[in-house]
Every structure is written in C-alpha cells, then in structure tokens.
C-alpha cells in the first residue's frame, strides 16, 4: 500500500497548492484563517474522494467469484420461464424454445434464516458514490438458410439435412412459393450452396447460399439494482442489451427508464462493461476495448438517476433475458453468460 500512501501524500499536497493559489502567501494568516481553511476542505473533499476509489479500483486485485456470492447477506433469487445456472464457472441465464419467456438472476435480500429473521445489509446505498464492472457474452443459437427449387413444404420442427450433412431443425419458414428462408435451431455443420436440402417430414429444396446468424432476437439486463422482469419496481442502473445493440440504462423507482446507445455488439464475444454512479449526478459507462484491453467511455446519462433517498436497496444486482416472439420473430433459446463481478461503493461522508 506505499505507492497508496505515496500517492495521496502527493495529492494533498498538490490540493494544498491549488487552494491557496488565490492566496498571497505573504498574506496568509498564522493560524489560517477560517476561509483559508474551508477552501482546502472543500479541495480535498471534491478531489480527493475519487482519487482514492480511482487507485483502488484501478491498482488493487478485487474479484467476486460466483461460487461465493451466498456469502453476502441474502438469497440468489432465480426465477424463469426458461433456465437459469449458478455454477463455479460462472452464471449462465437463458430463454426457452416457448412464447413468453424470460428468465433472471439477481441477489435479493430476503432477511430470514430458518425461523430465525436478520435484518438487511445497510451498508447497500443509493446515496453514495459506487460504481461495478464485470463481463458477459451472449449466444444466440439461431441461423438463416435461404431456399429455392422446392418441391415439398418444410414443416416447423422437423429436421432438414444438407447433402454434404448439415442438419437444422425448423421453427419459422417464410415461403414464397418456389422459394423462401428457413430460421433453424440446433444446426451442426455448414450447408453448401446448390446442395440438396431435405426435411425429415416433406420439405424438398435446393440450399440458395449458406447458413447466417439470424438478427439477434432478445432483450437483456446487467444492473445494479432490480431487473424489470423481477416486479420489484425498484432502481437500477447499468446495461440493456436489445436484438445485440448494447444501451447504458438507469432508472428510479417507477416506469420511466434513461438509456443511452453505446455500441453493437457480436454474437459468441466476450465484452467487459462498467458503470460509475454519481448520485444525483450521472452514470459513466464504460467498455473494454478488446484490441486494446483498455476501457474506453461511450456514454453518460444525467436523467432518471435512482434518488439517493430511495430506501429499496434490498437487491445488489440482477441479470435478465426475454425474447419477444411477436410474428415475425420466434421464440428461441438465447444464452446471456459471465463469469466475474466486481462492485466498489464509498461509505461515510469522507476520510
């Protein structure tokens, strides 16, 4: 901890300067006056908090393992419609093969033990500085096939093969007669232009191209706070991702949600995000550039920020997926994942 203890010896220092740079030294008093005194506090307090969660954000090893999150006080609460994971590799939410599916994880806490009540976590607050970073990919399973010459109707759900061996199985065609598109699941292999495309019920046709990733199909969370999904009405801030379009998002408790678009984001990749809440301020969010590992700002929101005298603090994070099946679209199976989460709050009202 020296090059700590170096650093803000440093900063005092420097704020000491700045403080009395309005000043005449030769006219400063002995003792300093109360103004004098005042101007140096008000420096230190302005600068000197953030510098220190800076160096210790930025210079110290922090790591929050998903093997250990029970040992914060609460519960992990899973709820789903389609699969949720907890394991030592990481966490894993996902949406089902059905309509109306949504699944999400968050730490909620449910101050009981057996019959036995404990109270909350007080230290959680909406009215100080914090901020969290962590990581996530997405996988969405479903590809594209274009068709034409068909001779026989594909049916949703059945199998259809390649002649060079590929297999998908349907759950949307859009026909146009003689030809159309296949929205497959499960696919293995790479089918091959101009082969022989045959369903495993009645569809016949000749592959038009090759498979694609289909338009990404999900909406997702990744906040500090409760996710919408949950019901809990409470604040958030953090991330959104919608059909692979990543947003910054904040909210207070209430319908009315701030977002901000940040960049679009590739299926089966690995993303680092963190945001820094101000209260009453702005959120900064922030992604990992991975060319440079380094993280670079994309975007600020100012506006419905959580209160900072919003007492619903009882759930630290929550992560949330959901599929919209509104024709065109279909349901299908999404995958959100991540592995690590780190989260930095200030306490107190200085040092």
């Given at each position: 901890m020296n090059f700590l203890k170096a650093g803000l010896g440093i900063l005092i220092i420097l704020t000491l300067i700045m403080a009395t740079d309005k000043y005449e030294f030769n006219k400063l008093s002995n003792p300093p006056s109360?103004?004098?005194?005042?101007?140096?506090?008000?420096?230190?307090?302005?600068?000197?908090?953030?510098?220190?969660?800076?160096?210790?954000?930025?210079?110290?090893?922090?790591?929050?393992?998903?093997d250990s999150m029970e040992a914060s006080t609460g519960d992990?609460?899973?709820?789903?419609?389609?699969?949720?994971?907890?394991?030592?590799?990481?966490?894993?939410i996902a949406t089902a093969h059905t309509a109306t599916t949504a699944s999400f994880l968050q730490k909620a806490q449910i101050p009981t033990l057996g019959a036995s009540s404990v109270g909350l976590n007080k230290n959680l607050s909406w009215g100080r500085r914090q901020r969290f970073r962590g990581n996530f990919s997405y996988y969405d399973s479903i590809y594209t096939l274009n068709y034409d010459g068909q001779t026989g109707n594909f049916a949703l759900n059945e199998t259809v093969t390649g002649a060079g061996g590929a297999t998908g199985v349907v759950i949307a065609d859009s026909d146009g007669g003689t030809s159309g598109t296949l929205t497959l699941k499960s696919v293995t292999g790479t089918f091959i232009d101009n082969e022989a495309l045959t369903g495993s019920v009645a569809g016949a046709a000749t592959v038009n191209g090759t498979q694609a990733e289909a338009t990404p199909n999900f909406t997702a969370y990744y906040v500090r706070g409760a996710?919408?999904?949950s019901n809990y009405n409470h604040p958030y801030y953090g991330f959104k991702?919608?059909?692979?379009?990543?947003?910054?998002?904040?909210?207070n408790s209430g319908a009315t949600e701030s977002t901000v678009?940040?960049?679009t984001l590739s299926n089966k990749t690995a993303y680092v995000v963190e945001a820094r809440y101000f209260p009453s301020d702005k959120v900064i969010f922030s992604v990992m550039n991975n060319s440079t590992l380094k993280m670079e700002e994309k975007g600020v929101i100012t506006t419905n920020l959580?209160?900072?005298t919003n007492t619903n603090t009882e759930t630290w994070y929550g992560f949330e997926i959901s599929t919209d099946t509104t024709p065109p679209k279909v349901a299908h199976t999404v995958q959100l994942n991540g592995s690590f989460l780190e989260?930095?709050?200030?306490?107190?009202?200085?040092f």
């Amino acid at each position: 901890m020296n090059f700590l203890k170096a650093g803000l010896g440093i900063l005092i220092i420097l704020t000491l300067i700045m403080a009395t740079d309005k000043y005449e030294f030769n006219k400063l008093s002995n003792p300093p006056s109360i103004e004098f005194k005042k101007d140096v506090g008000d420096a230190l307090d302005e600068g000197l908090q953030e510098k220190v969660m800076d160096a210790v954000w930025n210079n110290l090893y922090l790591f929050q393992a998903f093997d250990s999150m029970e040992a914060s006080t609460g519960d992990n609460t899973m709820e789903n419609t389609g699969s949720v994971a907890l394991t030592l590799d990481g966490w894993e939410i996902a949406t089902a093969h059905t309509a109306t599916t949504a699944s999400f994880l968050q730490k909620a806490q449910i101050p009981t033990l057996g019959a036995s009540s404990v109270g909350l976590n007080k230290n959680l607050s909406w009215g100080r500085r914090q901020r969290f970073r962590g990581n996530f990919s997405y996988y969405d399973s479903i590809y594209t096939l274009n068709y034409d010459g068909q001779t026989g109707n594909f049916a949703l759900n059945e199998t259809v093969t390649g002649a060079g061996g590929a297999t998908g199985v349907v759950i949307a065609d859009s026909d146009g007669g003689t030809s159309g598109t296949l929205t497959l699941k499960s696919v293995t292999g790479t089918f091959i232009d101009n082969e022989a495309l045959t369903g495993s019920v009645a569809g016949a046709a000749t592959v038009n191209g090759t498979q694609a990733e289909a338009t990404p199909n999900f909406t997702a969370y990744y906040v500090r706070g409760a996710t919408p999904y949950s019901n809990y009405n409470h604040p958030y801030y953090g991330f959104k991702i919608v059909d692979g379009v990543l947003y910054g998002c904040t909210r207070n408790s209430g319908a009315t949600e701030s977002t901000v678009q940040l960049q679009t984001l590739s299926n089966k990749t690995a993303y680092v995000v963190e945001a820094r809440y101000f209260p009453s301020d702005k959120v900064i969010f922030s992604v990992m550039n991975n060319s440079t590992l380094k993280m670079e700002e994309k975007g600020v929101i100012t506006t419905n920020l959580p209160l900072p005298t919003n007492t619903n603090t009882e759930t630290w994070y929550g992560f949330e997926i959901s599929t919209d099946t509104t024709p065109p679209k279909v349901a299908h199976t999404v995958q959100l994942n991540g592995s690590f989460l780190e989260y930095l709050q200030l306490n107190g009202g200085g040092f």
